[in-house]
């Protein structure tokens, strides 16, 4: 694949990504039956200080980028386009979907929105800019202490969905889905999706049994 067609592709699947990660995001705040766990620490900011769930994203992005230094990661591209426009588009979302009353349409929001998450962290992590602030948070305690990927990813989610919970974060059967369903999910977009290159950025789906994640 020539040099221009091939980084146009790439930057495109950045853009796109990040865009549809947001809105699968917003789809599944709306659907209220329990989101994943980084949202559950969000919701519970967004409970005791009042600003916008997209603000205190950026924000927590921004903070998790600082606690990179220590760790010796290095963003790319897409690490910062992540940090800084999740937020927004999630707020773009959350202004589109109206908030359903029935269970049954909640129910459709949330599975959109699982597959939908999936469909765009295969598209973020394949166009090979950069793994998300989150996710670098992960690489980098592995890094580390000497952890399994798993090991430390399980404990830094049990540890953000705990704060998350007791914070008033909504805590549901969707976020046991979320945590059962988004790795197969993406382990099944991201072959396709996989820009032609180098190694991946983050872990592959062989190193971590739940899967890469755009954040």
């Known amino acids: 694949m020539p040099f221009r067609i091939s980084m146009l592709r790439r930057v495109l699947q950045l853009a796109v990504g990040l ?4 809105l699968s995001l917003s789809l599944m705040l709306r ?12 919701q519970g900011l967004v409970n005791v200080f009042g600003l916008p769930f ?14 990179w230094i220590p760790l010796r990661q290095r963003p790319g591209i897409g690490t910062v386009a992540n940090a800084l426009l999740v937020g927004p588009f999630i707020e773009l979302g959350l202004w589109l979907f109206p908030s359903p009353d029935e269970l049954w349409v909640r129910v ?8 939908l998450n999936g469909f765009a962290t295969g598209l973020y992590v394949g166009a090979r800019f950069g793994p998300g602030p989150r996710d670098g948070l992960m690489t980098g305690l592995h890094r580390v202490t000497g952890r399994p990927i798993w090991m ?6 049990a540890v953000v969905l705990a704060i998350g ?15 059962l369903l988004i790795g197969p999910l993406v382990g099944f977009f991201m072959p396709k999706l996989l820009v032609p290159g180098g190694p991946l950025p983050t872990p592959t789906v062989e190193d971590d049994p739940t899967g890469p994640r755009a954040r």
């Open 19 to 22: 865009l549809l990660f947001g």
């Open 152 to 157: 430390v990813r399980t404990g830094i989610e």
């Open 165 to 179: 919970w007791m914070l008033g974060g909504n805590v549901g059967v969707g976020t046991l889905a979320f945590a």
């Open 108 to 115: 459709v929001y949330f599975a959109v929105g699982l597959v």
């Open 54 to 67: 997209g603000v205190f994203t950026v924000i927590i992005s921004v903070a998790l980028l600082l606690l």
């Open 31 to 42: 659907a209220a039956v329990g989101v994943p766990p980084w949202d559950v620490f969000t």
